[in-house]
């Protein structure tokens, strides 16, 4: 059973520049998460998928959209890319729940941006 | 939006127990408590999460105090594969399933030979 899955492992952006990245839940998994995590510094919190809409977000400009697709995958977009978006970008999935409790989320291995 | 605080790094022999402590005073009392670990910036590694109870998994044994401000994660022997930094994370929710993670800063753990 593969989890979470991300795609591309790395790349580098100019400044500008627009980048997509993409991310396959483990099975079965219907929600999914995206993070930002800068060098040195703890994941960030970017937005929500569920149900193919955004359902929460972090404090994060509208240049970072996302998308979530039938099949749950999904895609996080950055536009007008800054300096300061250069970070490892996390997906995490997990099953949703109809009542608030505790489940286990997975992460991705990630991906890194580097926007020069 | 900062939840949890920890102490940036700690060292620990080979073959002992890792306590690994986190403060979360401000923790409401449907969010739980998670701990993740990341390895040289590889995606962060599921180890345990709790509400109110102790709980024990076959990684480590996390210890919630009564008034749920703090919380310890254990790692009973420590072996060189456990360095790592370890996020101790509060999950809030939203209502029905949304939800987030706050991560904490870390906690950069060094295991001693």
């Known amino acids: 059973d593969a989890g979470v899955t991300q795609s591309p492992t790395h790349l580098i952006k100019t400044r500008g520049q627009q980048v997509t990245l993409r991310c396959s839940p483990k099975s079965g998994h219907d929600t999914v998460s995206w993070y930002q995590q800068a060098l040195g510094q703890g994941p960030q919190f970017i937005f929500q998928y569920y149900e193919e809409e955004e359902r929460q977000r972090g404090n994060f400009p509208d240049r970072f959209s996302g998308h979530q697709f039938p099949n749950y995958s999904s895609e996080l977009n950055v536009n007008a890319l800054l300096l300061g978006d250069s970070a490892l970008y996390l997906c995490a999935s997990s099953y949703a729940l109809a009542e608030s409790s505790g489940n286990t989320i997975y992460f991705g291995e990630g991906s890194w941006l580097t926007v020069v | 939006d900062a939840k949890t605080t920890q102490p940036p790094s700690m060292d620990c022999a080979e073959g002992r127990a890792a306590n690994l402590p986190c403060n979360h005073s401000t923790i409401s009392g449907n969010e739980y408590v998670y701990w993740y670990r990341q390895i040289h910036s590889q995606g962060p590694q599921y180890i345990i999460h709790?509400?109110?109870n102790n709980e024990t998994n076959e990684m480590a044994s996390l210890i919630i105090t009564e008034d749920r401000k703090s919380s310890t994660l254990i790692l009973p022997h420590a072996t060189l594969r456990d360095t790592a930094v370890y996020y101790c994370i509060v999950r809030v929710f939203y209502g029905g399933a949304t939800n987030k993670l706050i991560f904490g800063t870390g906690t950069l753990l060094a295991v001693q030979p």
């Open positions: 709790g509400l109110k």
